[in-house]
């Protein structure tokens, strides 16, 4: 038997299109809009450049070996392999990177991005989150 074919990209090369693509987004339509807008303007930027993006992905909580279906959804799924939340605040709150921390444990994903479009330079509003410390 073969070995199992290598990702196509690592996660950090990911984050960084997600980046590229985000910015791209909020230079061309600005702070302001719904978490929606810049959600659907954001997977058709990915989608161009070639990613494998899901949306709205629906996750169970397992408590106790208990799966439990409570409505939980990732904003975007990246190569299956970058979590992405959507946020239209005026600020990054820590409850925020924590929901994003444990979206990341209950998904078995390692890094996820906080990217928050309501800021005057999208610089500023991104967080990098990352699951664990041997997350590569």
């Given at each position: 038997m073969g070995a199992a074919p290598q990702p196509a990209y690592t996660p950090e090369q990911v984050s960084g299109k997600i980046i590229a693509a985000a910015m791209k987004v909020h230079t061309a339509v600005g702070p302001g809009l719904l978490e929606s807008a810049y959600e659907a303007c954001l997977l058709y930027e990915l989608q161009k450049n070639g990613l494998k993006v899901a949306t709205q992905v629906p996750f169970p909580l397992v408590y106790d070996n208990l799966r439990l279906d409570v409505g939980y959804r990732l904003d975007l799924l990246v190569e299956d392999l970058v979590i992405v939340e959507i946020k239209c605040a005026e600020a990054i709150a820590s409850v925020h990177k924590s929901q994003l921390l444990s979206y990341l444990r209950l998904t078995g994903k390692s890094l996820g991005l906080l990217i928050n479009f309501h800021v005057e330079h999208l610089r500023d509003g991104i967080?990098?989150?990352?699951?664990?410390?041997?997350?590569?």
């Open positions: 967080k990098r989150v990352v699951n664990g410390y041997d997350w590569r």
